[in-house]
Antibody, heavy 119, light 111 residues
Framework: QITLKESGPTLVKPTQTLTLTCTFSEFSLSTSGVGVGWIRQPPEKALEWLALIYWNDDKRYRPSLKSRLTITKDTSKNQVVLTMTNMDPVDTATYYC???????????WGPGTLVTVSS | QSALTQPPSASGSPGQSVTISCTGTSSDVGGYNFVSWYQQHPGKAPKLMIYEVSKRPSGVPDRFSGSKSGNTASLTVSGLQAEDEADYYCSSYAGTNILGVFGTGTKVTVL
């Protein structure tokens, strides 16, 4: 059974950098076609893709946030890390880690972690 | 890369059917047969209900069905049950070099 779980701070101050880690099991990010990404959902708002990294280290970023985002993977640790710089209160959201086998079909989700940006 | 358009709300009585639309463009919904639908209960992670326009993952009841015409995809829930009350989001592939796009979300209420 594939599982993913997000970890990181629940509270960050404006201008700080957020680092979130997704730790997963029962699949390998070295398998062709597999991707792991990050999706966020501000309170009472819609889902939005932030970034995705593929098995071959190819990466995709949300254009409006590209300058602030970095996604990396550590295949040996079964982890994907997302960093987001210059955090702002509008970045307050639940951040989900997601597994896709292609074409942005998310077949497995982490439980999500609520990150609040406040001084 | 704009969000796909969904109606904010939809409702039906138990046993009835409800259909949710998801309108995009020829660059996403209309250009590919890679539309997915997700169900999200309050405080929970979304769950994949439909993929590739009309395919159901194992374990999803056949009361859930999907279709597409032009730039608009649709999700139909037949035989509504109380547990179907949730938010529903569509999503579409939008090309090789960009991220996928989600819909604006629809709250389904079972009356």
């Amino acid at each position: 059974q594939i599982t993913l779980k997000e970890s990181g701070p629940t509270l960050v101050k404006p201008t700080q950098t957020l680092t979130l880690t997704c730790t997963f099991s029962e699949f390998s990010l070295s398998t062709s076609g597999v991707g792991v990404g990050w999706i966020r959902q501000p309170p009472e708002k819609a889902l939005e893709w932030l970034a995705l990294i593929y098995w071959n280290d190819d990466k995709r970023y949300r254009p409006s946030l590209k300058s602030r985002l970095t996604i990396t993977k550590d295949t040996s640790k079964n982890q994907v890390v997302l960093t987001m710089t210059n955090m702002d209160p509008v970045d307050t959201a639940t951040y989900y880690c997601a597994h896709t086998g292609g074409y942005y079909k998310v077949d497995y989700w982490g439980p999500g972690t609520l990150v609040t940006v406040s001084s | 890369q704009s969000a796909l358009t969904q109606p904010p709300s939809a409702s039906g009585s138990p046993g009835q059917s409800v259909t949710i639309s998801c309108t995009g463009t020829s660059s996403d919904v209309g250009g590919y047969n890679f539309v997915s639908w997700y169900q999200q209960h309050p405080g929970k992670a979304p769950k994949l209900m439909i993929y590739e326009v009309s395919k159901r993952p194992s374990g999803v009841p056949d009361r859930f069905s999907g279709s597409k015409s032009g730039n608009t995809a649709s999700l139909t829930v037949s035989g509504l049950q109380a547990e179907d009350e949730a938010d529903y989001y569509c999503s579409s592939y939008a090309g090789t070099n960009i991220l996928g796009v989600f819909g604006t979300g629809t709250k389904v209420t079972v009356l």
